[in-house]
Structure formats: structure tokens, C-alpha cells
């Protein structure tokens, strides 16, 4: 069994089948550790689920995007915020109601998930308190640990800030830094390069190899729509 990460999908069928594609991906065999943000952006939110479904050991992480989404799958509240950050790129995936099994799979995400002494998270998480007493917008939408890595990392400080042996991010596009590749500060991923984004792309990467596997630009896959930059 091989396990993998991936990065921000954000309604990118095509991109995810060529990251699979590309990997080899066995979906009965190898594990698949997704950070979230699958909604909001590119026009095949609903496939993408479908797609992700099919792999027996799936882990599936709560992003900031998936929890407005998950609002509209069980209550239908569509805020402005979130139309205008790609939620009606969602919204059109569908037609007719959501399928019970992609409302279970979004109720059911975790907010992190540990792997030996690896974190996965989406957002990122305070280091002082325990994770187990962090609340869900901290794993959500903070970026402070991101940003403190990427501070050292800058400053050619290369020490661990986590205590843990590796820590794997979404939520920050690395396109954000002048890069398409995944990027390590000190022992954070940053693992979202920018595939909701024109120009950008979906990564994916060995855990165990840190070999990465990624799509075409994800623009190219959709010529006919802006991802999250409508």
C-alpha cells in the first residue's frame, strides 16, 4: 500500500483523475489523505466527490470551503461570502437534491487526522494547546502556523515548531510564494498549489517518497471558466 496526500481540489475532476492517473493510483489498495477544499471553484464539484468515493481508504479533512458547502448540502443557506469564493460553482454541479453518500462524507471529515507523527490538517493549528482542544475554525482558516514557518524558513531558520515529525497543509496557495510545488518550511507542506486558481495546478504526493505527481494547469482542463478567479 502506498499513501498519499493531496492538496485543494476545488471542483477539478479532470485534474484529479490525472494526478491518479499519473500515480498509479491503486483506489481498492493505497491510502489517500485529502486536506479538503474538494467544493468551490471548477464546474465538477459533484464528480469529484463521485471520484473520491471509489477509494476504499480514504481519509477526508474538513476545509473552510467544505463547511459552507456542507451548510448548503443540509440547510440550503447559500451566503454571499460563499457564492462569490466559488460556492455557485458548487451549487451548479448539481442538479436536483445532493446524494446522501457526499453529505456523509462532508458530516463525517475530520478536523485533522494523525499518522504516526505526521499531522494532516487544513488550515493549520496552534502548537501551544493540544489538538484535541482546538476548536474547528482554528483548523479551518488559521494560517498563523503557515506563517510562522514561512517567517523562519525565510530567516534560514530551520528549526521544528509543532513537535511533530511533519505537518501537512491545504489552504495557502504556494502559487501565493512564486511557486507550483508543494513548499516545506521548516516541517510544515504547504500541499495547495493553487489548483481553485487560473494557472494553478493539483499536487499530490507519496508520503513516504515525498515524490509528487501533479495535473496539467488546471485553466487548461476548463478554458471556459475562471476557477475561484470569477
Known amino acids: ?6 492538496g485543494d481540489i476545488h471542483g477539478a475532476h479532470k485534474a484529479l483523475v490525472e494526478c491518479f492517473k499519473n500515480a498509479s493510483f491503486d483506489r481498492d489498495q493505497d491510502l489517500l489523505i485529502c486536506l479538503g477544499d474538494v467544493c468551490d471553484g471548477w464546474p465538477e464539484v459533484r464528480k469529484v466527490f463521485d471520484e473520491l468515493l471509489t477509494v476504499r481508504n480514504l481519509i477526508y479533512i474538513l476545509g473552510n470551503h467544505d463547511k459552507w458547502a456542507l451548510d448548503w448540502f443540509m440547510y440550503h443557506n447559500s451566503s454571499p461570502v460563499w457564492t462569490t469564493q466559488g460556492g455557485n460553482a458548487t451549487i451548479g454541479s448539481y442538479e436536483g437534491e445532493v446524494p446522501e453518500d457526499h453529505v456523509k462524507l462532508l458530516s463525517g471529515a475530520r478536523l485533522f487526522y494523525r499518522l504516526e507523527d505526521k499531522v494532516f490538517v487544513h488550515g493549520g493549528f496552534n502548537p501551544e494547546i493540544p489538538l484535541e482542544k482546538q476548536g474547528e475554525h482554528t483548523f479551518l482558516w488559521d494560517r498563523t502556523l503557515v506563517f510562522r514557518a514561512i ?10 515548531i509543532t513537535g511533530f515529525d511533519e505537518v501537512y497543509v491545504g489552504h495557502t496557495p504556494t502559487i501565493n510564494f512564486g511557486s507550483l510545488e508543494p513548499l516545506r518550511v521548516c516541517e510544515v507542506n504547504l500541499m495547495d498549489t493553487g489548483a481553485g486558481w487560473p494557472g494553478g495546478v493539483l499536487t499530490m504526493m507519496d508520503i513516504d517518497s515525498k515524490e509528487i505527481v501533479q495535473s496539467s494547469p488546471v485553466d487548461s482542463l476548463y478554458p471556459d471558466y475562471d476557477g475561484r478567479g470569477t
Open 1 to 6: 500500500m502506498q499513501r498519499y496526500v493531496i
Open 151 to 160: 517567517e523562519l524558513h525565510e530567516d534560514k531558520v530551520n528549526r521544528n
